[in-house]
């Protein structure tokens, strides 16, 4: 059993921060890849910003430069800077292992006004 608990969305105007926290409750073993994606309504979920194990991290080409993902074992932060409206989505938090087993949080939701 693994459990994902997300925490840290909210609404914030255009230029503003956030940042989004996300833990793993597992024991005795650490997941290869934990990151985020988004879903904005009508859209697909996107990958936003991927962390590895060995802190290998890839970000989306939207969000380049403004976000910052960081891990501690098997909690992973998302810092979000200069967010703009076409942030708003709900954001997911993801726990990968190599064998190919996903997790996925329940999404909390980022709202940015103009």
């Known amino acids: 059993q693994v459990d994902i608990v997300e925490s840290g969305g909210g609404l914030v105007r255009a230029g503003g921060s956030l940042r989004l926290s996300c833990s793993a409750s597992?024991?005795?073993?650490?997941?290869?890849?934990m990151g985020w994606y988004r879903q904005a309504p009508g859209k697909p979920r996107e990958s936003v910003a991927l962390?590895?194990?060995?802190?290998r991290t890839t970000y989306a080409e939207s969000v380049q430069g403004r976000f910052t993902i960081s891990r501690d074992r098997n909690t992973v932060f998302l810092q979000m800077n200069d967010l703009k409206p076409e942030d708003t989505a709900v954001y997911y938090c993801n726990a990968h292992r190599l064998s190919g087993d996903n997790f996925w949080g329940q999404g909390t939701q980022v709202t940015v006004s103009s």
């Open positions: 597992v024991t005795g073993s650490t997941f290869h890849t």
């Open positions: 962390a590895s194990s060995s802190r």
